[in-house]
């Protein structure tokens, strides 16, 4: 049996798809932060998913140093641990959950709770009392339904911060079935046919929910700054509808995540210097239409998390067949 280890072809860049640390010798052996491959698998076992602590706190200081006014919340749905939340804490981000499980790491991991911000399209019962119960930041609505419930649970003197998740009919992703932005998707609450503006009026009438601002996620393998641009001016506009309607203003816009990452050696990702131009987008849009520019949020998950990791497997056989493939044809 043998490790299976692919090098690169080249040099990796910092947006490649290898760990910030990985080093690859002529003797065919690979290192992570210092340790030999090889070692790991022998001590561990196969497979074995290493991650390197050093590439994840480098790209979390990426992000922050790109977006220095944001809110960047890791999205924990991409790898989670109680290590990788120690991490992301330590480098002042804050974290994106979408499940009372990934609560819960987080809060035994130390995880400050009025960072967390729960989401998903189909929260429980049950998670919407885990997330009240150790008062997370804010709890996103994906549905009409849902707004009432999470009332329910919040006790007598407390308000539970909330954004509503709408669609913003951009649609952006590597592939159409990872796309989320669009209004033919389950994901958020349809600005086109009012939905998103009944929430805002009923979380509204809410005493024990508080609004603070509306969230959008745009889709996977995001590799341009150009589809969050567009959903931050969309996003801008329904922003002064509520203020003219209601006569509140917001504080909040989350962008969600999404950020393309390199799989395969010569390819890109979406480096965090390329969002720089959200905020900017967001101020001017703001300024244009009399509106004070709420604090941004961005939900990089994968973007932190996929090149600093790698999996190891061992070759136990190799198959042969016939490499010469016949395909037919008909003619009309």
Not at 167 to 182: F, K, Y
Request: charged share 20%; glycine share 10%.
């Amino acid at each position: 049996m043998s490790l299976l280890i692919t090098p690169p072809r080249t040099t990796e860049t910092a947006g490649g798809p290898w760990p910030a640390t990985a080093r690859f010798g002529a003797d065919g052996h690979a290192e992570v932060g210092g340790v030999d491959l090889m070692e790991v698998a022998g001590r561990f076992g196969t497979p074995a998913y290493v991650m390197d602590e050093a590439d994840v706190r480098l790209r979390c200081r990426a992000y922050r140093a790109a977006l220095p006014r944001a809110e960047v919340a890791y999205a924990a749905k991409a790898f989670w641990c109680r290590a990788m939340a120690a991490w992301v804490r330590s480098e002042g981000l804050a974290l994106d959950v979408c499940s009372a499980g990934e609560l819960a790491v987080a809060r035994a991991a130390g995880f400050p709770a009025d960072r967390i911000i729960l989401h998903g399209n189909a929260k429980t019962p049950a998670e919407l009392r885990a997330a009240v119960d150790e008062r997370v930041g804010r709890i996103v609505v994906d549905d009409l339904a849902e707004i009432n419930r999470l009332a329910a649970l919040v006790p007598a003197g407390m308000r539970q911060k909330v954004l509503v998740r709408v669609i913003p009919d951009i649609e952006a992703g590597a592939h159409a079935a990872i796309r989320t932005g669009g209004e033919d998707h389950k994901f958020g609450l349809s600005i086109a046919a009012g939905v998103a503006r009944e929430a805002v009026n009923r979380i509204l009438r809410q005493p024990r929910l508080e609004l603070v601002g509306l969230h959008c996620h745009l889709g996977s393998q995001i590799a341009a700054a150009e589809p969050y641009e567009q959903s931050a001016r969309v996003l801008v506009e329904q922003l002064a509808r509520i203020r003219d309607a209601h006569g509140v203003t917001l504080p909040q816009l989350d962008l969600g995540g999404g950020h393309a990452i390199a799989y395969r050696s010569g390819q890109t990702g979406l480096p965090p210097a390329l969002l720089t131009s959200l905020a900017a987008t967001v101020e001017r849009r703001c300024a244009g239409i009399g509106l004070p520019a709420p604090r941004l949020t961005v939900e990089p998950g994968r973007a932190v998390a996929g090149p600093a990791g790698v999996t190891l497997y061992r070759v136990i056989a190799v198959k042969k067949g016939c490499a010469a493939r016949t395909s037919r044809s008909t003619e009309a």
